[in-house]
């Protein structure tokens, strides 16, 4: 596979950016730009995102802390990326949750990517997806996708945003308690209820950035109006999903630190307690997520594409 290599570090500053842009622009689908790096580029990332959109895989192959390298790959055109597959049919999503295959904050990866990233045979995972056509539905599933946007703008703040703000503060103070009492014992709780803390205080902001800005949006351009204060719907949209990418890495170091919310022999019910509602938030989290960055975020994104066509 061709690919080009930068050493950003030799720029000039306002030459970085650039110069990558310039060098995706020019590379063929399915080949990559590698670039070098002496800080994380993740600000170019969500540059390239929000001017490029779903367009390009990022996969960090050096991760600091004094070099990082992040191979940039564009997409061929007709390949699906796991958040597409996802949102086409609840039972590849069901595989892929079944597999550990993030759909939600990595669901821009394709399905080629998501395999090797993974180890898995691309070959038998495609078969496997093509069969899950074959199996009964799953129940009495929402069909998503055949919701209008305003209506899952609602769906998503009764559900998921209620939900959401119910449990934080339950699930904060259970967290503090837990920590106060068992910290001596499992010194990592007290990590847990920090970064517990943080994603509290993050998810609230971005909550209401959802709700008084970027829902109403949608609501008007899929009722043939504009976005409220923005040119174009794209850029709040790139601040969401960066907001989700947040807090899907606090939910993931929540994860690590607990070893998958594994209650430790002995625990008391508390910590149990919280284990379970712990994880149970992630999943909710999940399948809030998958709903915006794979459904309703790109159709907003689509419609505010034509609207933009068709203006005078
Ligand atoms: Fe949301
Ligand atoms: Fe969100």
């Excluded at 170019?44 to 959109?53: A, D, M, S, T, V």
């Excluded at 119910?166 to 106060?180: S, T």
Aim: hydrophobic share 35%.
């Amino acid at each position: 596979m061709n690919q080009i290599i930068i050493d950003v570090t030799r720029l000039e500053p306002r030459q970085k950016h650039p110069a990558v842009f310039q060098a995706f622009d020019n590379v063929e689908d399915g080949h990559a730009v590698v670039i070098h790096n002496d800080h994380d580029p993740k600000p170019l990332y969500y540059q390239l995102l929000g001017e490029r959109g779903n367009t390009f895989s990022w996969t960090y192959l050096h991760q600091g802390p004094e070099i990082w390298q992040v191979e940039i790959r564009k997409r061929q055109a007709d390949e699906e990326t796991v958040g597409e597959l996802a949102a086409s049919d609840t039972r590849k999503a069901e595989y892929f949750r079944k597999l550990g295959i993030d759909f939600c904050c990595g669901g821009r990866k394709t399905l080629t990517e998501a395999c090797m990233e993974k180890g898995l045979d691309v070959m038998k995972i495609r078969q496997d997806l093509h069969n899950t056509q074959r199996q009964p539905s799953l129940g009495p599933q929402l069909d998503f996708n055949s919701f209008t946007l305003a209506f899952l703008c609602d769906y998503i703040v009764n559900v998921h945003h209620g939900f959401v703000q119910q449990q934080l503060p339950l699930i904060e103070e259970l967290c503090q308690k837990v920590a106060a009492h068992h910290g001596d014992h499992y010194p990592f709780l007290q990590e847990v209820y920090e970064l517990f803390y943080r994603l509290r205080c993050e998810l609230l902001t971005h909550l209401k950035k959802e709700e008084q800005i970027v829902f109403p949006s949608i609501r008007l351009l899929e009722s043939g109006g504009s976005a409220i204060g923005f040119d174009s719907i794209g850029d709040p949209l790139v601040l969401m999903e960066q907001d989700h990418d947040q807090a899907g890495e606090i939910l993931h170091s929540i994860r690590r630190l607990t070893q998958g919310f594994t209650v430790p022999a002995g625990a008391c019910n508390s910590m149990r307690l919280l284990y379970h509602k712990l994880q149970l938030f992630e999943e909710d989290m999940f399948q809030h997520v998958h709903l915006e960055n794979n459904i309703l975020f790109p159709k907003a994104a689509e419609l505010d594409r034509k609207r933009a066509a068709q203006a005078p």
